[in-house]
């Protein structure tokens, strides 16, 4: 048969078009697969049934193409079909390595992306200022069982804190240091031990978080003394529960602070060694020599960070008012925000709007903060000279609702009294103010649930709760922000949803996968028209 019987649909060109449409058919489905199982599997720092189907799809066309173009190769007759085909194969194999050679050079000169979703592997700023102020070289020892999969993002993790930084970073298998087991009492593989000097502490669960605090443990040993009320019936910071408060405690140890129980409604005076004094929320009426002891404390000088609940009278709403900030009686209602575990639309404001000032330092409009039924401040000077600022606020439309439903079973946006417009509300406000002693720092949050356990890890709410501390105490270098879960760029939810992603990634990129095999399969099927 001719070449030109070839071109007019003879046998041979039948067979040979449709080798290159199912060539072309694997090659695309494979690259699509293995691409979206590989950045899958980057962005979430761990495999899942998603990533492995799609590793072993992707391979397997790839696989199959290949295995059909060496056979279309062997059964041409015709050396003018070899030549192209050649090129091809060999432009795939320069392809491949030049791939592997630009890992590798980059891997030599230590150059490195970070392309995982949130930016996984780049250090908070937390991280960064803490490791940078080290007194002495910090040894980061990473134990591990062999075949441990974790262990490959740990690593990453560590050997990302010692650039640039006085640290060290072993990895010892388990196995081969027995000594080292029973001395830090390892419990299982993927855990660190951070050596400070003589000092050290043992990481389990070697997150960004977890290493940030112990590393900060290790070198703020000249603790500051802080009281914390209680017997009022404040939050109990040894609950570990979602209404307990141990993850403050455990956040004000690890930076620099020694937390002290103190039971003011028994109180005379505050402690003189009292750095700052907290008051979460006392939901009791405090006794008259209580409120006294607190008043003559803020008037020499003291620093007081109080959060405080909407209808509750304690008797310290009474003294911040004193001095200049009010808890408004009644709840905040932002439409700007909507329904968030069972409650209805506006009732748990998510803010996003700071006033410049070192509590909100590294807060900006993309970096919100999450108020679960929070109350409303508002400021007057009791003094000319006092210094009072909001620097947290609502969106522009929120209201102050003296008696909500919040069993509302519709479920829909309760509408605002009569007469009252949408305002900025002040969910948060710090002043300076100068009586008898040097000028006290009062930090007020109009919701205490900020600092619980279930809400402290949301989104910024750390940042900003351990921001204030520092402010009030005059450890303005201590404010920064911290390790998140997801990484340095953390996307914006109103509660961790760390399963949502992984469904995401799984079902979710299912229909854009689709969708590009399909405009691919439809480009190949024109351009061989």
């Known amino acids: 048969m001719s070449r030109l019987d070839d071109r007019r649909g003879g046998p041979h060109f039948t067979r040979t078009s449709k080798d290159q449409s199912v060539i072309g058919a694997l090659t695309l489905v494979g690259v699509i697969a293995l691409g979206f199982g590989i950045l899958t599997e980057r962005a ?37 079909l070899r030549a ?39 250090l908070a700023e937390a991280t960064e200022s803490i490791l940078r102020a080290l007194p002495e070289p910090l040894e ?33 298998e388990i196995d081969q240091h027995p000594s080292d087991e029973d001395r830090y009492g390892l419990g299982s593989s993927n855990s660190v031990v951070a050596r400070l000097g003589e000092a050290w502490t043992l990481v389990d669960r070697p997150t960004e978080g977890a290493l940030f605090s112990a590393i900060s443990g290790l070198v703020r040993q000249d603790k500051k003394v802080v009281y914390i009320t209680v017997g009022a019936g404040e939050g109990d910071l040894e609950k570990t529960d979602e209404g307990g408060y141990s993850g403050l405690f455990i956040a004000l140890e690890s930076e620099g602070y020694l937390p002290r129980p103190l039971p ?59 001095f200049g900030i009010t808890p408004e009686p009644g709840f905040i209602i932002d439409p700007a925000s909507g329904p968030i575990e069972g409650d209805p639309p506006g009732y748990n404001p998510v803010a996003s709007a700071y006033s410049k000032h070192p509590v909100t330092r590294g807060l900006e409009s993309n970096r919100m903060t ?13 003094q000319p000279d006092d210094r009072l600022r909001s620097v947290v606020h609502t969106s522009g439309e929120a209201w102050i609702d003296p008696a909500p439903d919040r069993d509302n079973p519709s479920m829909d946006l309760p509408a605002p009294p009569s007469g009252v417009s949408g305002n900025y509300q002040t969910l948060v406000a710090v002043g300076e103010v100068k009586r008898k002693g040097p000028a006290a720092r009062i930090v007020v949050f109009g919701d205490a649930d900020i600092a619980s356990n279930r809400s402290l890890t949301a989104l910024y709410n750390l940042d900003l709760v351990m921001n204030a501390i520092h402010w009030a105490t ?52 024109q351009r061989e028209a």
């Open 370 to 382: 999450f108020f679960r039924g929070a109350r409303a401040l508002s400021l007057h000077k009791a």
């Open 44 to 80: 979430l720092g761990q495999s899942s049934l998603f990533v492995t189907s799609h590793l072993v799809i992707g391979g397997s066309c790839l696989i199959g193409a290949a295995v059909l173009a060496l056979l279309r190769i062997g059964r041409s007759q015709q050396p003018a």
């Open 84 to 122: 192209p085909l050649l090129r091809t194969l060999l432009g795939l194999i320069l392809a491949l390595a030049g791939a592997v050679g630009v890992y590798g050079a980059a891997a030599w000169l230590d150059i490195r992306f970070d392309w995982t979703f949130e930016g996984q592997f780049e």
């Open 140 to 172: 980061l020892s990473l134990y591990f069982d062999a075949g441990d999969p974790r262990i490959r993002n740990t690593r990453l993790l560590l050997e990302e804190m010692a650039r640039q930084n006085d640290v060290t970073v072993r990895v010892r």
């Open 264 to 322: 003011l409604a028994l109180a005379a005076e505050i402690p003189p060694d009292a750095e700052a004094l907290l008051t979460l929320a006392p939901r009791r009426r405090l006794p008259a020599m209580a409120l006294t002891a607190l008043q003559s404390y803020v008037e020499a000088g003291g620093r007081w960070v109080a959060f405080v609940e909407p209808e509750v009278d304690s008797g310290i709403e009474s003294l911040l008012a004193h």
């Open 474 to 525: 005059e450890q303005e270098s201590a404010i920064s922000i911290r390790p998140k879960a997801g990484g340095r760029q953390l996307v914006q939810f109103p509660v961790p949803l760390q399963s949502s992603l992984q469904a995401f990634y799984g079902v979710g990129l299912l229909v854009p996968e689709c969708l590009l095999i399909l405009g691919g399969l439809v480009w190949l099927r």
